[in-house]
């Protein structure tokens, strides 16, 4: 199957800085890409879609300002968390599709902010 | 916009026996539903999935049923096994709007040996 790359897989911050998420689609050329939040023992969070060269379309209540999505390339896709606080400790998942709609997840990034 | 709600949030059976997970969901238009299985710190993994064009979808010992007219969909599982237990998650996509799913809250299964 499809294989999504996800960098890092983990990090720690100190509040205030800012921190960058890549996510990759290493086989196939996502035409979309999708953003997840996840917190302990809850579901998947839409937080964004991203479509390649394009501005991303964010779902309501979350902030575009500080949760930037850049979608340079087919394959890839990143999200800077902007001045980050610990209420922004959380897991982020990416996800890619290609010509259908089953989506690809990458391995997820656990964000501490300290 | 979409709802999916998904049913028990909890569930534990023993080895061998039958797991169902239940969800329905609200638009009418959503044509792809997805069944996701997660372990703890992991990414969600695609188990299985049905289109809105097909009532029932087989793979071994998964199953998956859509009902259209009910906006209902499930998660059947036979002779379970202790490396079924994870968090599984249910979803419904909206074909034309380039594949965004809407996620149900979860079931936990244990599958106690």
């Known amino acids: 199957g499809a294989v999504v790359s996800q960098h890092p897989s983990w990090v720690i911050c100190k509040s205030g800085t800012s921190v960058k998420i890549e996510c990759r689609s290493l086989?196939?050329?996502?035409?979309?890409m999708f953003w997840y939040r996840q917190f302990p023992k809850q579901s998947l969070m839409l937080m964004a879609t991203?479509?390649?060269?394009?501005?991303?379309?964010?779902e309501q209540g979350v902030e575009k300002d500080k949760f930037l999505i850049n979608h340079a390339s087919l394959t890839l896709s990143t999200l800077t968390v902007t001045s980050a606080h610990p209420e922004d400790s959380s897991f982020y998942i990416c996800?890619?599709?290609?010509?259908?709609?089953?989506?690809?997840f990458g391995p997820g990034t656990r964000l501490t902010v300290l | 916009g979409e709802n999916v709600e998904q049913h028990p949030s909890t569930l534990s059976v023993q080895e061998g026996d039958s797991a169902v997970i239940k969800c329905t969901y609200s638009?009418?238009?959503?044509?792809?539903f997805p069944w996701y299985k997660q372990e703890l710190g992991k990414r969600p993994q695609l188990i299985i999935d049905?289109?809105?064009?097909?009532g029932e979808k087989k793979d071994q010992r998964i199953a998956v049923t859509l009902n259209k007219t009910a906006k209902h969909f499930s998660l059947h599982i036979t002779e379970t096994q202790p490396e079924d237990s994870a968090v599984y998650f249910c979803?419904?996509?909206?074909?034309?709007?380039?594949?965004?799913?809407?996620f149900g809250d979860g079931t936990t299964l244990t599958v106690k040996p």
């Open positions: 996800s890619a599709t290609g010509l259908s709609n089953e989506q690809f």
């Open positions: 086989d196939f050329q996502a035409t979309t």
């Open positions: 991203s479509n390649e060269g394009s501005k991303a379309t964010y």
């Open positions: 638009d009418s238009a959503s044509n792809y």
């Open positions: 049905i289109r809105s064009n097909v």
């Open positions: 979803a419904a996509t909206f074909n034309t709007n380039a594949g965004k799913s809407t």
